[in-house]
């Protein structure tokens, strides 16, 4: 680092923004650096020569974690690293000594922090010798007299100063400790002339020792008539004081008023009402220095920002919010179709009680988009929150205010982000909460869901209870097994299977890769022809997913290519792609669908399994062995699966003669059955049909046909049990090519739930027992 341009003096060094505080030459200062592009800027600056350009800010925002290069002044200072030290939450305390004055001539952001190229600025004098002397010992004797009554410089801190002859010393050393406004510093610490730095700043030392004057006379005055038991009041008295003597009224000047005015135009519960009169009391009797005020005062700032007005629903129509949903949504009629039942009882009851809905599906099939849609189409403020990993009760409920730090929960949050008391609130991956010794968050939610209890909903922080009832609450789920029960049936579950790959073709044209070339912000340059057989393609060879994310990045990842090769002039601004070229952008296909046997064999079945990110396919293979009649899975198994496998073997050593099989085979013959891809844990009883018809073909030495899946839980009678997920199965075999699928007759109620283009080409044979299923699954030779 350090980088210096000899002809014209041009330096490089890392640059360490400031908020609220100014660093300047001859002087030693403490820094604590926790913006991440600082920290990193303070390590460059440590491995190389410990030099840093110290920048004020414009503005001091907290939330501002990397300032861009306008909101920095020009004119600031290079600073030397003199001690540094590590905190444990990876912040830096720094001591820097400023060096000298620097003008940043440019500014370059690196990859991790922005470095400044700049040029030693020095204030020049432009007066006579004596002028300068004879202002300077004036100004000396002013700011000695300021530090006398101020009190916060240490004298001792001022014997080296007075014995310093140097202007540009003490205007510095001067500058860095007058209690002024930051502003105001920049604008002197910017001025070229030393003269007029040192001019201004006495006048303004001059004006602040005038008003620590009238401070200490109202001091004096108001200390004469305190008391022992007057002494809690004292600083009351003292901003008393101070107002009467500038003539402006207390009520004027305190946020009391201001908290009295927003209360009146409140409609505040009843016991809101009588808890915020309480702390206003409070509020009055302390002073603006007390560490409880702060607290107090935050908690009226909660109350008086939470929506309390009762809302007026407004009228919609349900032609506009179906033409919402389809606009938003391709497909998923039969969720769109609940959704519009919905809000046509809203229209017709003019309330929304009683309502808890929860979207559950597979990642990527729009179940937080179709909130947004839900919010649009009723108009309402939509707020969303995700609760994934939340294992802390107080993050629903908020904590008490004994604590430090204390906030409201997320709830409470919510509606004061929302602005209104019926808001549309979607309460993101509900399944992923979890719970340790600070509670248990899916309990607190009890009281959230519940229509009867939510309009008294009580946040520990508030401490008194707040109306839920008029909120539309939505949560979003992959899967309702890690759900508790409880909680569960609150809620309205609304399921969105996966998408067939017809639907996804039509939300690729419609809404996918309109909308990647809108991100890419190409859409008016570059026009690429996507044919429906392409879009299949990539469908089948590059994805393997329910929803329609990974086709979206497969879409984002040609719309770059392409455009690469446009800037290159390598192809027009408008083509049309063509097969022959997705290898060229995608390379080679992810999947070729040999996961599946495509041949007859014995011994291998595939079977249908479902997961929270949709339906699966499922390879399961038996061998033989000589051995003790032993069974030997893997495959990393779950003990549901385990028992479905020890009931199809004991199944096929009861009915070993009907197949052809030695009955004395589990004497002398080990079974391994084995299901691939290892690294995964597969679980549940729905495997339990494809098992049994894997071990009888591989007893009895017949095949089983290639172009037949199943999925059934089985009984050791031999009875076929209902299995969930039916519609994720059906398209996953339809994504393997599997036409042929066996399920249980007891699902056939489900069938009407399942869409017809996800059943259209399929051949469901509906079985009851075990029998019916190996009839039509082996191959007699």
């Not at 309480?278 to 603006?288: P, Y």
């Not at 032993?630 to 990393?636: E, N």
């Not at 691939?676 to 894997?694: F, H, L, V, Y």
């Not at 080409?761 to 027992?769: E, K, Q």
């Amino acid at each position: 680092m350090a980088e210096v341009n000899k002809i014209t003096e041009i330096f490089t060094d890392p640059v360490i923004p400031l908020r609220n505080t100014i660093v300047v030459p001859n002087t030693i200062t403490p820094l604590l650096v926790g913006r991440y592009a600082s920290i990193r800027a303070a390590e460059e600056a440590l491995a190389s020569n410990k030099r840093v350009v110290c920048l004020t800010q414009k503005s001091n925002a907290e939330l501002d974690e990397d300032p861009k290069t306008k909101d920095l002044y020009k004119l600031g200072t290079l600073c030397q690293i003199l001690q540094v030290l590590k905190l444990p939450d990876g912040n830096l305390r720094l001591l820097v000594e400023g060096k000298y004055r620097i003008e940043v001539k440019k500014f370059q952001r690196n990859k991790n922090f922005l470095e400044a190229y700049y040029q030693q600025s020095t204030k020049k004098i432009t007066r006579p010798r004596l002028e300068m002397e004879a202002l300077l010992r004036s100004f000396k004797k002013s700011f000695t007299r300021y530090v006398k009554l101020n009190k916060t410089i240490p004298e001792e801190a001022m014997i080296p100063i007075h014995d310093s002859s140097k202007p540009a010393e003490f205007f510095y050393f001067a500058l860095a400790n007058m209690q002024i406004d930051i502003k105001k510093k920049q604008r002197l610490f910017e001025l070229d002339d030393l003269y007029e730095s040192l001019d201004k700043l006495f006048k303004i030392t001059n004006e602040e020792i005038q008003i620590l004057k009238l401070e200490n006379k109202i001091d004096g005055s108001v200390k004469n008539k305190l008391n022992q038991l007057q002494k809690e009041y004292y600083l009351t008295e003292q901003i008393k004081a101070i107002n009467k003597e500038l003539g402006i009224s207390r009520e004027e000047k305190t946020d009391l008023h201001e908290f009295r005015e927003k209360i009146k135009k409140l409609n505040l519960s009843l016991e809101a009402r009588k808890k915020i009169d309480e702390e206003m009391k409070k509020l009055a009797r302390m002073n603006s220095y007390s560490p409880e005020y702060s607290v107090v005062h935050t908690y009226i700032s909660w109350i008086l920002e939470l929506p309390w007005e009762k809302p007026r629903l407004k009228d919609f129509e349900l032609q506009d919010a179906q033409r919402i949903l389809d606009d938003d949504h391709y497909g998923l009629s039969e969720v769109k179709e609940r959704i519009l039942e919905y809000l046509a009882v809203v229209k017709l009851a003019k309330k929304i009680k009683g309502q808890i809905l929860c979207f559950v599906g597979p990642p990527g099939v729009g179940k937080t988009s179709l909130g947004k849609s839900l919010a649009r189409a009723m108009e309402r403020q939509f707020v969303r929150l995700s609760l994934g990993g939340v294992r802390d009760e107080a993050e629903i409920r908020g904590h008490r205010r004994t604590y430090v730090g204390a906030l409201p929960g997320v709830i409470i949050q919510s509606m004061k982000k929302a602005g209104t008391t019926d808001p549309i609130i979607m309460m993101d991956e509900i399944d992923k909460m979890s719970m340790d010794f600070r509670g248990d968050p899916a309990a607190a939610l009890l009281e959230v869901l519940d229509p009867e209890q939510n309009c008294t909903f009580r946040d520990h922080y508030l401490d008194f209870s707040y109306d839920l009832s008029q909120v539309l609450f939505i949560t979003t789920a992959n899967t309702l097994t890690s759900i508790p029960r409880p909680l569960l049936d609150r809620m309205e579950v609304i399921e969105l299977p996966g998408y067939t790959t017809y639907e996804k073709v039509q939300i690729a044209i419609r809404h996918l890769i309109p909308k990647v070339m809108q991100q890419h912000e190409v859409d008016k340059k570059i026009h690429i022809r996507f044919s429906t057989n392409i879009i299949e393609k990539i469908i089948n060879l590059y994805t393997r997913e329910a929803g329609v994310r990974e086709l979206e990045r497969q879409i984002s990842k040609i719309l770059r290519k392409v455009v690469k090769k446009v800037v290159e002039g390598k192809t027009a601004s408008k083509l049309t792609l063509k097969q022959g070229e997705l290898e060229e952008y995608l390379g080679v296909p992810k999947h070729l669908y040999s996961e599946v046997n495509r041949k007859d064999a014995i011994g291998i079945v595939t079977g249908l399994a479902w997961t929270a990110y949709g339906g699966e396919t499922l390879q399961i293979e038996v061998i033989k062995m000589k051995g003790e009649g032993k069974l030997r899975l893997t495959g990393q198994l779950g003990n549901v699966m385990q028992e479905s496998a020890q009931a199809a073997f004991s199944y096929a050593r009861l009915h070993a003669s009907r197949y052809g099989i030695n009955e004395e085979f589990y004497k002398n013959t080990d079974l391994h059955l084995h299901i691939p891809e290892g690294a995964i844990p597969k679980d549940g009883p729905s495997a339990g049909i494809t098992m049994i018809t894997a071990m009888i073909s591989i007893l009895s030495g017949k095949k089983v046909r290639h172009d037949l899946a199943m999925t059934g839980e089985i009984t050791l009678t031999g009875s076929v049990l209902p299995v969930g997920g039916l519609a994720e199965k059906l398209i996953a075999a339809k994504r393997a090519r599997i036409r042929n699928i066996i399920i249980p007759r007891k699902n056939e109620p489900n069938l009407i739930e399942v869409q017809d283009e996800i059943k259209k080409g399929l051949n469901l044979i509906l079985v009851d027992r075990v029998e019916d299923a190996l009839k039509t699954a082996l191959i007699n030779n």
